[in-house]
């Protein structure tokens, strides 16, 4: 009878390997996927990033000429991306980081993004958030905008002052 069925350990074994090939697939698409994730980081500069140097943002070619704006702006000696673009708060800042570089990674990559560059109402939130903060004594009796296509807000008439005139 034994001869028959042959030994139960064998079975047991056939079995293990089997359920250990999804396993091994799963791991292998991981690996590559976290090597790629981690080439294309490293190639696009992606620590770069996460820095306060303004020269990140020329990293890619797109935003050249608002990088060249800003240095030619009111602001340069006083302000540099960062100090407009995200909150200040520490995770506030990385999230939206991690935000921005998600979606400009790939607007850039697939080439689906708005030429001329442009803000969206998040972004421009908080541009006007930090607006309001540096000029708090100034602005402390004006109205915050609702940000609604016929809302004026501190972009809207100072837009030269982060990145030099508009052409």
């Known amino acids: 009878m034994e001869a028959r069925h042959g030994n139960p350990g064998d079975r047991a074994t056939r079995r293990r390997g089997r359920a250990g090939a999804p ?4 791991a292998a698409l ?3 996927l976290i090597g790629a994730g981690g080439w294309t980081f490293r190639y696009a500069e992606g620590f770069s990033y ?6 990140a943002c020329v990293n890619c070619h797109v935003m050249r ?3 060249d704006g800003w240095q030619k702006a009111p602001h340069h000696a006083v302000a ?12 506030g800042k990385y999230v939206t980081k991690v935000e921005h570089g998600y979606r400009h990674s790939k607007g850039f990559t697939f080439n689906d ?4 560059i442009q803000m969206k109402a998040s972004s421009r939130r908080i ?3 930090n607006c309001v903060r540096c000029h708090a004594e100034m ?5 915050r905008p609702t940000f609604s296509a016929d809302t004026l807000d501190c972009i809207r008439c100072h837009r030269s002052v982060a990145h030099g005139p508009t052409r």
């Open 139 to 143: 602005v402390s009796h004006v109205e």
């Open 50 to 55: 996460l820095s306060n140097d303004p020269r």
């Open 127 to 129: 541009v006007v958030d």
């Open 65 to 67: 000429d608002q990088y």
């Open 113 to 116: 993004f708005h030429e001329p």
């Open 23 to 26: 396993a091994l697939l799963v």
């Open 80 to 91: 540099a991306c960062n100090d407009c673009h995200v909150p200040h708060d520490l995770v």
């Open 30 to 32: 991981a690996g590559v």
